[in-house]
C-alpha cells in the first residue's frame, strides 16, 4: 500500500529553535511536497523536490530517495513559523498527490 | 496575478440537500485537482481533470459525487443527497501542467468548509 508518515504529530519548541519535521514513504516517488497550512487558512507549497537539498529562507528541505525519505528543517524559529506542515507525495506511475497527516508545529515566544 | 479561487468559503446544508462547490484555477493551468480534508486529517484526494476530462476519479468516495470541467478552467464539485459524513473542507488545487509522472506544484485554493447538519 501506497503511504506516507509524518512525524512528530506535534511538536512545540520555544522561539529560536530549529525544527525538524520528518516524512517517510514506502514506495518510490517521482516528486515531494512540502506544505504549509495555517489555521483556518489555505495550504501553500514551501517546497517541490525529487533529489538533493532545497532552501528558501530560513526552510530548508531534503530528500535521499534510496532511503525514502524527506525532512524540513526551519532555523531560527519563529512563533509566525506556527502551523501544520505537511508532506505529500506522488508515488511513481500516479498523478495525483497522497498526503501525509501532517504536523502541527507550536513555537512559544 | 490571482491565486485559485473557491466559492463559496463556508457552505452549511441539511442532510439530504444537494450542494454545488465552485473552484476557479489559475488562469492557463491545465490540470486542476480536488481534495477533502476532514479535521485533523491531510486531505485525500478526489479527482483530478486534465483539461475538461476527468483523468482519475478513483477518489470519488461514490456516486453521490461528481464534478464537472466543461470549458478546462472553472470546475464544480457536486454533491448530493448530502450526509453528515460529508462534513469537511473541499479543497481545489491547479498546475501548469501534468505530464507522465505528475510531478508539478499545485497551487491550493483556501477551500470551502462544508458542514451538513
Known amino acids: 500500500k501506497n503511504e506516507v508518515e509524518q512525524s512528530p504529530q506535534n511538536l512545540t519548541a520555544q522561539e529560536g529553535e530549529f525544527i525538524t519535521i520528518n516524512c517517510s514513504y514506502s514506495v518510490g516517488i517521482s516528486a515531494l511536497h512540502w506544505l504549509q497550512q495555517h489555521p483556518g487558512g489555505g495550504i501553500v507549497s514551501l517546497f517541490m523536490?525529487?533529489?538533493g537539498k532545497k532552501k528558501h529562507g530560513r526552510l530548508i528541505a531534503t530528500i535521499n530517495i534510496q532511503e525514502k525519505h524527506s525532512s524540513l528543517h526551519i532555523t531560527a524559529s519563529h512563533p509566525r513559523d506556527s502551523a501544520v506542515y505537511i508532506c505529500?507525495?506522488?508515488?511513481?506511475?500516479?498523478?495525483?498527490?497522497?498526503f501525509g497527516t501532517g504536523t502541527r508545529l507550536t513555537i512559544i515566544p | 496575478g490571482a491565486g485559485v479561487s473557491q466559492t463559496p468559503s463556508n457552505k452549511v446544508t441539511e442532510k439530504g440537500k444537494y450542494v454545488e462547490l465552485r473552484c476557479d484555477p489559475i488562469?492557463?493551468?491545465?490540470?486542476l485537482y480536488w481534495y477533502r480534508q476532514s479535521l485533523g486529517q491531510g486531505p485525500e484526494f478526489l479527482i483530478y481533470f486534465q483539461g475538461t476530462g476527468a483523468a482519475d476519479d478513483s477518489g470519488l468516495p461514490n456516486d453521490r459525487f461528481f464534478a464537472v470541467r466543461p470549458e478546462g478552467s472553472v470546475s464544480t464539485l457536486k454533491i448530493q443527497r448530502t450526509e453528515r459524513g460529508d462534513s469537511a473542507v473541499y479543497l481545489c488545487a491547479s498546475s501548469l501542467t501534468s505530464w507522465g509522472g505528475g510531478a508539478d506544484t499545485q497551487y491550493f485554493g483556501p477551500g470551502t468548509r462544508l458542514t451538513v447538519l
Open positions: 523536490l525529487s533529489s
Open positions: 488562469s492557463g493551468h491545465t490540470a
Open positions: 505529500a507525495v506522488w508515488f511513481f506511475g500516479s498523478e495525483k498527490l497522497t
